[in-house]
C-alpha cells in the first residue's frame, strides 16, 4: 500500500515562530501536494510539486513556502507563523494528476498561539 | 471556474437502509473524479477513482457512478453500518489550468445502531 507520512500530527507554535511541516512518501510518485482544510472553506492547495526542486503555487501560498531536495520529501514551511495559519494540513502525492489516485496523509493539526 | 457542490451538507440514516450522496461539477472536462472517506481529524482515505471515460466503479457495498455530460456523480452505499460514519468528498480533476483537483464541502453521513 502506499504510505504518506506525516511526521507531525499535533503542533503547537507561537506566533512569530519559523515551522517545518515534513510530509514522505513512499512509492516514488513524481507529484506531491500540500493542502489546508478548514470548516466551511474545504480544502485549499497551498503548493504542488511535479518534480525534485521544482514547485507550483497553489490556490493560497501567500504566507508559506515549500522545499523539495529529494523525490520521497515534500516540506512546507511557515516563514512567521501567524494564528490564522492555525489549520489541519494534508499532504497528498500522485503518480500522474491526469488519471491516478490521489493518496494523503494522516494529517498535522496546528495550532499557532 | 470549477465548482464542486455536494448534496446533502449532513445525512443520517438508519443502520441497513441504503443511500446515496451526491456530487456535482460544473465544468465537464474533467481526467476524473474520486470518492474519498475521511473520518473526523484524519486524513483522506480514496475509495474510488472514475476516470472520465467510464461510467461507474464498484467497491464492495460502494457503487460510484459517473455522468460527465451533466457534470453529476453519486455514491451509493449498500446496506449502511454505523462504521460507515464518517465525511464523504467528491474531488475532479480538471483538464484545463494544470494539474489542480477540486474538492467539494463534503457530506457528513451519521448510520445509527
Known amino acids: 500500500d502506499v504510505k504518506v507520512t506525516q511526521s507531525s500530527r499535533y503542533l503547537v507554535k507561537r506566533t512569530g515562530e519559523k515551522v517545518f511541516l515534513e510530509c514522505v512518501q513512499d512509492?516514488?510518485?513524481?507529484?506531491m501536494f500540500w493542502y489546508r482544510q478548514d470548516p466551511g472553506l474545504g480544502l485549499r492547495l497551498i503548493y504542488f510539486?511535479?518534480?525534485?526542486?521544482?514547485?507550483e503555487k497553489g490556490d493560497i501560498p501567500e504566507g508559506y513556502s515549500v522545499s523539495r531536495e529529494k523525490k520521497e520529501r515534500f516540506s512546507l514551511i511557515l516563514e512567521s507563523a501567524s494564528t490564522n495559519q492555525t489549520s489541519m494540513y494534508l499532504c497528498a502525492s500522485t503518480v500522474d494528476p491526469a488519471g491516478n489516485t490521489i493518496y494523503f496523509g494522516e494529517g498535522s493539526w496546528l495550532t499557532v498561539v | 471556474k470549477q465548482e464542486v457542490t455536494q448534496i446533502p451538507a449532513a445525512l443520517s440514516v438508519p443502520e441497513g437502509e441504503n443511500l446515496v450522496l451526491n456530487c456535482s461539477f460544473t465544468?465537464?472536462?474533467?481526467?476524473?473524479l474520486q470518492w474519498f472517506r475521511q473520518d473526523p481529524g484524519k486524513g483522506l482515505t480514496s475509495l474510488l477513482l472514475?476516470?472520465?471515460?467510464?461510467r461507474e466503479q464498484t467497491s464492495g457495498r460502494l457503487n460510484a457512478s459517473l455522468d460527465k455530460s451533466s457534470g453529476r456523480s453519486t455514491l451509493y452505499i449498500a446496506a449502511s453500518q454505523p462504521g460507515d460514519s464518517a465525511t464523504y468528498l467528491c474531488a475532479v480533476r480538471r483538464k484545463t489550468g494544470g494539474f489542480k483537483t477540486i474538492f467539494g464541502a463534503g457530506t457528513r453521513l451519521f448510520v445509527k445502531a
Open positions: 510539486s511535479y518534480d525534485v526542486k521544482m514547485k
Open positions: 512509492m516514488d510518485h513524481e507529484n
Open positions: 465544468d465537464s472536462a474533467i481526467y476524473n
Open positions: 472514475i476516470q472520465s471515460s467510464q
